[in-house]
């Protein structure tokens, strides 16, 4: 992989970074909020968050955020790939993983033939 396309994909992942803690941020600061306003029932909500705050954003952590800390854990992953000189490396075979495919998706760890693998399974 040339560095042109190496640094493309590393502002990427980065932007993608900051992206997702701000999301997980305003997860856990305001989905309290969002929530009660979506339900209706702001009045009751409000009054009873005092009490259940804790627990109610536990069980949002959970629900809601699940897939915004899968995507932010995947893209830490490849900046650390990145950093060890193993980006293009297949974790699987060790094989290339090939630039189109990074391209395509900058979090990928397997090449195409693993990935293709391990979802047959
Ligand atoms: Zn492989």
């Known amino acids: 992989m040339d560095r042109t396309t190496e640094t493309m994909l590393r502002t990427f992942l980065e932007s993608e970074l900051s992206r997702l803690e701000t999301e997980i941020e305003e997860i856990e600061l305001e989905g ?11 009045n009751y909500r409000d009054h009873m968050a005092d009490q259940g705050s804790a627990t109610f954003s536990r ?17 830490r ?8 000189g193993v980006y293009d490396v297949c974790e699987r075979c060790g094989a290339p993983i090939g630039e189109e495919r990074l391209k395509a998706m900058p979090t990928a ?13």
């Open 32 to 42: 309290h909020e969002a929530l009660s306003e979506a339900s209706g029932e702001n």
């Open 59 to 75: 069980e949002l952590d959970m629900t809601l955020d699940d897939n915004v800390r899968d995507a932010l854990v995947a893209v």
């Open 77 to 84: 992953k490849a900046l650390v790939r990145m950093d060890e």
């Open 109 to 121: 760890t397997m090449c195409i033939t693993c990935k293709a693998a391990e979802e047959s399974r």
